[in-house]
């Protein structure tokens, strides 16, 4: 969605995963209609939870554009579930016996590793590009007009990191509200206190379709397959590509918006209880 989005307003954008076949073919379906609105999509092959990987990643981007204007982090998995169908008739041995015999240490240090690990080695590992990216900013009659652009890091985060139920998957939530507390903390490092002028946000979507939340094709068609919990919100529905859009190029292009994360879930943390 923010792939798409930043290349339809003329960007050019990488698009990076482990899987080479799936990049491609995101390419070959998009570029024909970015073309002639100026932007397109580059796939990479790499993996955000290895820094070999990501530094292959940066060097082949600081060879061929020598900076990055934006750096969206939207990798992300659901990891371990434990479902419990109903837990206030479950005894505490259940409940016990339930989580232990679903979930492993190794499993959740394989979901941190992607959800949270990943966020801060990746801007890490793009830090000195985007920073260049600062020095040689994309041109626009904007910019003649108003303050400096600024360089920009968009991390996607989760309702999740808000709610304060389970969800049945206790390491995703776990996960979201570490990235959540990350994205304010590089905020204030890369603009405050290190003085690189790096805007860090964070989008934190609730019901989208996904490959996640809608893991067949037959649900991406039609929503109603996913279940009840897109009545959960009182917008009674899944967001938008649009609504996701827009909200990434306001984030991208607000160069007084800073160490924020933004919740886009059609009221669901008003209507659940949440740290919100």
Request: with cysteine; proline share 5%; charged share 15%.
């Amino acid at each position: 969605m923010c792939a798409r989005a930043l290349a339809a307003n003329g960007a050019k954008v990488y698009i990076s995963g482990r899987r080479q076949a799936a990049l491609e073919s995101a390419a070959a379906d998009c570029n024909p209609e970015l073309a002639p609105l100026g932007g397109s999509l580059v796939p990479v092959q790499g993996d955000v939870s290895d820094k070999a990987s990501l530094a292959k990643i940066a060097e082949t981007i600081q060879k061929t554009d020598g900076r990055l204007h934006i750096l969206v982090n939207n990798a992300g998995v659901e990891g371990p579930c434990t479902e419990l169908t109903s837990p206030e008739g479950l005894s505490a041995k259940d409940i016990s016996e339930a989580h232990l015999k679903n979930e492993e240490f190794v499993a959740w240090d394989k979901l941190f590793s992607i959800n949270t690990h990943s966020v801060l080695f990746s801007t890490m590992s793009f830090l000195p590009l985007l920073s260049a990216g600062n020095a040689a900013p994309p041109s626009s009659r904007a910019q003649e007009k108003y303050a400096k652009w600024t360089a920009a890091v968009i991390n996607i985060t989760s309702i999740s990191g808000f709610v304060k139920v389970s969800q049945s998957h206790y390491a995703y939530n776990a996960s979201k509200a570490a990235a959540n507390h990350i994205t304010k903390m590089l905020a204030h490092e890369l603009n405050f206190r290190s003085k690189l002028g790096i805007r860090v946000n964070a989008i934190a979507p609730g019901l989208f379709m996904t490959e996640m939340t809608a893991p067949t094709p037959a649900a991406r068609v039609d929503p109603s397959q996913v279940g009840p919990t897109k009545h959960a919100n009182p917008a009674g529905r899944f967001g938008t590509e649009e609504e996701m859009a827009s909200l990434c190029l306001y984030l991208a292009s607000n160069c007084f918006q800073q160490g924020q994360i933004v919740v886009l879930d059609g009221g669901f943390t008003t209507a659940v209880a949440s740290t919100m």
